[in-house]
C-alpha cells in the first residue's frame, strides 16, 4: 500500500498532465453548449489530440507541470468566458480578426450587461477547482541531481573523480518534447487550411458564414485555426491589373451631363430591423407604421428588404458594403475591411460624389475612433467628419444620442450648407445599440410596446426603440418634403439584433436560432431599407437588395452618372440581385453561395480585390 502511495506522489502530476487537457477542452466548449450533442467522435478525438500537444508544448517551454497546466487552464478560462459574452452580444463567436477590434471592443464594452447562466457559473467554479489542483503539482525537468562527487579531504589526494557515463540531460528532453509538440500543433494547424482533407478526410464543419456552427461542431479552438487561413485575402482566379482595368474600361459609361445634382442624406440606421421577416407577431401596435407604409408602397419611393453581411454587431462591415460597393462575401468571414484593408484612398461613393461637387459629410454621434472612422472616412473621399462633440446638445435616449436629436443636426448641416452646393451626407446613428435590459436604469426612456404571447423583456425594450426610430424618420421626411432644394433620402439599417432578442419571436412559431435551415438562417441579414425623395422618382416596392448594390440604387434614383464600377454592379444585379456573406440569390430566385458561384463572380472578385489592394489613386 506504502508502495502504490509512493508510486501515485511520484507520477501523479504526470497522469494530470494528460487529464487535465481533455477537462479544460471540454469545459471550454461547455461555456456555451453541450460538445456531446453536437461534435462527431473524430472530432472529440482531434480536440483533445491539440489540448495535449499544446499541454506538452507548454510543460517543454516552462519546466514544470504545474505552470503547463495552469497557462492553459487560465487560458481557457478567460477566453472561454470572452468568447461567452461575445457570442451573447454578437451572435458570432470570436474570430481572429477580433484582434484588431480591441480597441473598438474596449470603447463600447460598458454598453453591455454581463450575466452569467448558471451553466457558465458551474464552468467557471470547474476551472478554479482545476487551478488548486495544478497548484500541488510540483513535478517537472527542473529538479537536479545529486552531484556524484565526493568530498576533499583535507592534507589526502583528491579521489579520482568516477567516469561520466552519457546520459540525456533533461534540457534534452525538453528540447525533443517542444520540437516534437510543436511541431504536431503547427502539423495540425497546416492540415486545416487543407480544404480535401477537411471535407474528405475529417469531414469537418466548413461553411465559414455560420461561424457559430463551425465553432459547436469542430471545437472552439480547431475552428479558430481553421480560420486563420483568412487572415490574408487571396487573390481571384485568373487575376491581373490589367484584367481589372481591362473591365473598368469596358464598364465605363458614356459621359452625360447632369442636370441635377439632389441632397443625398444617407441614415445607417443602428440595429434598426424588423424582427416579423422571421414569423408575424402580434403587439399593441404598430412599432414603426411609417416604415412599414412606405414598404407597401409610397410616391416616389424605392422600398424592399436590404441584404446585410452582418447580425448582431460589426456596424461598419455595412457601411463598407455601402459606401464602396464591395460585398464580404469576398472577405473572411468576421474580417473588418476598415480595420484590415483600407490603407490608402479607394473609389467610394463619396469621392464620386465629391469629383461631381457635393460637399461630402460624414457623421456619427459616437467616439470618432470607433472602427477608425476617422482615419478610414477621409480616405473614402469624406471631406467634413462630425463624431460624439458635435452633438454634445443632442437629445438623448438611455445614454445615446437619440434618432431626433441625430436628425436634427442633419438639418443643421443642410441649412448651413452653401445654396449653390449640393450636400452629400452619410450619417450612423447611435439610439438602438445594444443592450436592451437595461432601460430601466434610465428615466428618459420607458418601452410602450408589448408583445401578446410572449414574456420576453428585451423585444417589447428592443421594438419600443423602433418606434422612436420611426417616429423620428418621418419627421426627417416631412422636414425635407417641405424644402425646395431636390432631396434624397436613403435609410437602412445596419443589421438585425442578437438572437437574444429574436429568439422569442422564433419561440412563438417553435423554432429557435440554433435550428434554422439555411434559408430560414439568412432571414436574420434582412433589414428594411428605403429610397425617399422629395421630387418624382419612379416608384418600386417588395424590392430586395444587398447592401453591396445600394450606393449604386442611390446613384440610380439620384439621376447620376454611374462609375465604371456602379456600372458593372449594375450590370451584375440582373444576374445576382443578391450578393452578401450570408447567400447569394440569383436571377431565378435560386438560392445559392458565393463559393458556389466562381465563375458568375469571377469578374466581380477581380475589381473588389484591386480596388481595395492594387488601386493606385490618381492625383
Not at 275 to 282: N, Q, T, Y
Not at 432 to 438: F, I, K, M, P
Not at 444 to 470: C, G, Q, R
Amino acid at each position: 500500500m506504502r508502495k502504490c502511495a509512493g508510486w501515485l506522489k511520484k507520477y501523479s502530476p504526470y497522469i494530470c498532465l494528460f487529464i487535465i487537457p481533455i477537462l479544460n477542452f471540454y469545459l471550454l466548449e461547455w461555456y456555451t453548449h453541450n460538445p456531446f450533442k453536437t461534435m462527431k467522435v473524430n472530432v472529440h478525438i482531434m480536440n483533445i489530440l491539440l489540448f495535449e500537444f499544446i499541454s506538452l508544448f507548454l510543460f517543454a517551454l516552462f519546466g514544470r507541470v504545474r505552470t503547463a497546466l495552469m497557462i492553459q487552464t487560465v487560458f481557457c478560462a478567460v477566453y472561454g468566458l470572452a468568447g461567452y459574452f461575445v457570442l451573447e452580444f454578437r451572435g458570432a463567436p470570436i474570430q481572429p480578426w477580433d484582434i484588431l477590434s480591441l480597441d473598438t471592443a474596449a470603447s463600447v464594452a460598458d454598453n453591455y450587461e454581463y450575466k452569467l447562466d448558471q451553466t457558465a457559473v458551474i464552468v467557471l467554479t470547474c476551472f478554479a477547482a482545476l487551478l488548486i489542483v495544478e497548484f500541488f503539482l510540483k513535478a517537472g525537468f527542473l529538479q537536479r541531481s545529486k552531484k556524484e562527487v565526493q568530498p576533499a579531504v583535507s592534507g589526502k589526494k583528491k579521489a579520482a573523480a568516477p567516469q561520466k557515463k552519457n546520459r540525456i540531460r533533461p534540457w534534452h528532453l525538453r528540447l525533443a518534447l517542444g520540437l516534437l509538440s510543436g511541431l504536431a500543433i503547427l502539423g495540425y494547424t497546416k492540415m486545416l487550411h487543407n480544404e480535401e482533407i477537411v471535407q474528405n478526410k475529417l469531414r469537418l464543419y466548413d461553411k465559414l458564414f455560420t461561424p457559430t456552427t463551425i465553432q459547436y461542431k469542430n471545437g472552439t479552438l480547431t475552428a479558430f485555426l481553421m480560420e486563420l487561413q483568412y487572415v490574408s485575402v487571396d487573390k481571384p482566379d485568373n487575376y491581373s491589373e490589367e484584367r481589372a482595368e481591362q473591365l473598368l474600361d469596358f464598364y465605363a459609361p458614356e459621359e452625360t451631363s447632369v442636370t441635377q445634382k439632389p441632397n443625398i442624406i444617407v441614415i445607417m440606421n443602428e440595429a434598426f430591423s424588423d424582427p416579423a421577416v422571421l414569423g408575424e407577431f402580434s403587439t399593441n401596435e404598430d412599432y414603426m407604421p411609417f416604415v412599414h407604409s412606405l414598404l407597401r408602397g409610397a410616391d416616389n419611393t424605392i422600398s424592399g428588404l436590404l441584404n446585410v453581411s452582418v447580425k448582431g454587431g460589426n456596424t461598419a462591415n455595412t457601411e463598407f458594403e455601402y459606401l464602396t460597393g464591395s460585398t464580404m462575401a469576398f472577405l473572411p468571414y468576421g474580417s473588418i475591411p476598415y480595420q484590415q484593408y483600407i490603407t490608402g484612398k479607394i473609389p467610394t461613393l463619396a469621392s464620386h460624389l465629391a469629383s461631381l461637387g457635393y460637399k461630402t459629410v460624414a457623421m456619427h454621434p459616437y467616439r470618432a475612433a470607433g472602427w477608425d472612422r476617422n482615419t478610414v472616412y477621409p480616405l473614402f473621399g469624406f471631406e467634413e467628419m462630425q463624431f460624439q462633440e458635435f452633438f454634445k446638445d443632442s437629445e438623448v435616449i438611455r445614454k445615446y444620442v437619440s434618432d431626433r436629436g441625430n436628425y436634427e443636426k442633419i438639418i443643421q448641416v443642410y441649412e448651413d450648407k452653401n445654396d449653390n452646393e449640393p450636400l452629400f451626407l452619410f450619417n450612423v446613428t447611435m439610439q438602438n445599440h445594444s443592450s436592451y435590459s437595461d432601460w430601466n436604469d434610465y428615466d428618459n426612456f420607458h418601452p410602450d410596446i408589448t408583445v401578446e404571447d410572449s414574456s420576453s423583456k428585451l423585444l417589447p425594450a428592443y421594438l419600443s426603440l423602433m418606434k422612436l426610430s420611426d417616429e423620428a424618420i418621418e419627421e426627417l421626411v416631412t422636414y425635407f418634403a417641405a424644402q425646395d432644394e431636390p432631396t434624397v433620402i436613403v435609410f437602412f439599417g445596419d443589421h438585425q439584433p442578437t438572437d437574444s432578442i429574436v429568439n422569442p419571436v422564433l419561440k412563438l412559431h417553435g423554432r429557435t436560432c440554433s435550428d434554422l435551415s439555411s434559408e430560414e438562417e439568412a432571414l436574420r441579414y434582412q433589414v428594411p431599407f428605403f429610397i425617399w425623395a422629395n421630387y418624382d422618382i419612379e416608384e418600386e416596392s417588395g424590392a430586395e437588395t444587398s447592401a453591396n448594390y445600394l450606393a449604386m440604387k442611390t446613384l440610380k434614383a439620384a439621376g447620376l452618372p454611374l462609375t465604371p464600377y456602379f456600372s458593372f454592379l449594375h450590370n451584375l444585379s440582373e444576374d445576382a440581385p443578391v450578393i452578401s456573406a450570408s447567400h447569394v440569390t440569383l436571377g431565378n430566385g435560386t438560392f445559392t453561395y458565393a463559393k458556389n458561384q466562381k465563375d458568375l463572380l469571377n469578374d466581380y472578385q477581380t475589381l473588389q480585390y484591386y480596388l481595395l489592394f492594387d488601386y493606385e489613386p490618381q492625383e
